[in-house]
């Protein structure tokens, strides 16, 4: 999966996002939101550059009830889970170097050190 | 007690022994460990392992409930007359949020008991992925909270209480009342994943009768616990 975003729902959330080996980050989107498309070719870059997170969009309208179960209340909302766990969020559409500088620092040691430059 | 537990935030120092308050507290820490790792790597289709868990959960909510009720009904009423007698306005404050935070918890524990039936009636990826997020916020909130009382709560208990007034209180009020089918079920419960530097001499001064209870409960806690974090590696909540 990594290097392309690709969709996730509430039926497959569990196995996708919470039960991942690597870190995910997923984005919640709907079609109706500008700063949400804004975002997406920012992330489909940083998909294909972080190569050891993976990424995925979650469609709110589409898929409530994931979006429910974490409190998301703004879009875009980025969450970013490693071991199942929620340890990043970003609420509202960031330019791509603010962004970018929140995930590496998410990054194992030896990536942080080569994507840092 | 010097040595903190796993998670434990403070002890600060005074005439009460808060012994049991922390091994308490380690209980609780523990156990949301162990069941925000269980919401997680539980395969969906293993039904047994719901149905255990939904068991587990109701005796973890059932000793919370009962811990922060006594709390609630005796402890934050006697120092609150102790630092209203005081004047001590910030002692006074702490005292509300302790009260208000015990408010915030109650409905995350129902959310949490939902979504455990649900699974345990059956395979629901949407039950799964709502249980996971309301765990973890339970185990975060309740985190926040443990950590803010032993910080702050009991630093205020230790000013105002004296040692013989908090003996008095834990024998009579906050330790009182239990029987001995409830203790069968508390002890094993308290003393799972403890340290033994700290196990072995409160089962020493905790006498004869509560070892007897203790050996009792445990081949029946054990069969529980195991049915229920069989997914779950041993060294989370350890």
């Known amino acids: 999966m990594n290097g392309v975003v690709a969709r996730v729902g509430d039926a497959d959330f569990g196995d996708v996002v919470l039960g991942a080996v690597t870190p995910v980050l997923v984005d919640f989107h709907a079609d109706w939101c500008g700063p949400c498309r804004q975002l997406e070719p920012v992330l489909d870059e940083l998909a294909a550059e972080l190569d050891w997170m993976s990424f995925v969009r979650l469609d709110v309208d589409a898929e409530p009830v994931t979006a429910a179960a974490y409190r998301v209340t703004g879009l875009p909302t980025l969450l970013v889970f490693v071991s199942g766990e929620l340890v990043l969020s970003i609420v509202g559409a960031r330019p791509r170097r603010t962004v970018r500088e929140l995930l590496v620092a998410l990054a194992p040691d030896g990536r942080r050190a080569a994507q840092t430059a | ?9 403070a002890a600060p120092a005074g005439p009460a022994d808060l012994s049991m308050m922390y091994v308490l507290h380690h209980g609780f820490r523990r156990d949301l460990a162990r069941f925000v ?7 969906l289709d293993e039904r047994a392992t719901w149905r255990a868990l939904l068991e587990r959960w109701d005796l973890f909510a059932r000793l919370l409930h009962d811990h922060h009720h006594k709390e609630d009904e005796h402890l934050w009423p006697l120092l609150r007359g102790k630092v209203e007698a005081a004047g001590d306005l910030d002692a006074a404050r702490v005292l509300d949020e302790m009260e208000a935070e015990h408010a915030t918890i109650d409905p995350l524990l129902e959310a949490v008991r939902s979504g455990f039936s649900s699974l345990a009636a059956g395979p629901s990826p949407t039950a799964q992925t709502g249980l996971a997020a309301d765990l973890a916020r339970a185990r975060d909130e309740l985190g926040a909270h443990l950590g803010h009382e032993e910080q702050d709560a009991i630093e ?5 209480v004296p040692g013989e007034e908090w003996a008095e209180l834990e024998r009579t009020e906050l330790r009182g009342g239990l029987a001995p089918g409830d203790l069968v079920r508390l002890l094993p419960w308290c003393v799972e994943a403890l340290p033994d530097e700290v196990s072995r001499p409160l089962l020493a001064e905790a006498g004869l009768p509560f070892r007897v209870l203790l050996r009792l409960g445990r081949p029946r806690f054990g069969r529980l616990e195991r049915a229920a974090f069989v997914f779950v590696p041993e060294d989370v909540g350890a």
């Not at chain 2, 205020?156 to 105002?160: K, P």
């Open chain 2, 1 to 9: 007690m010097t040595t903190l537990l796993p998670g434990q935030a």
């Open chain 2, 37 to 43: 790792a269980a919401a997680r790597l539980t395969p």
């Open chain 2, 156 to 160: 205020i208990l230790q000013r105002y």
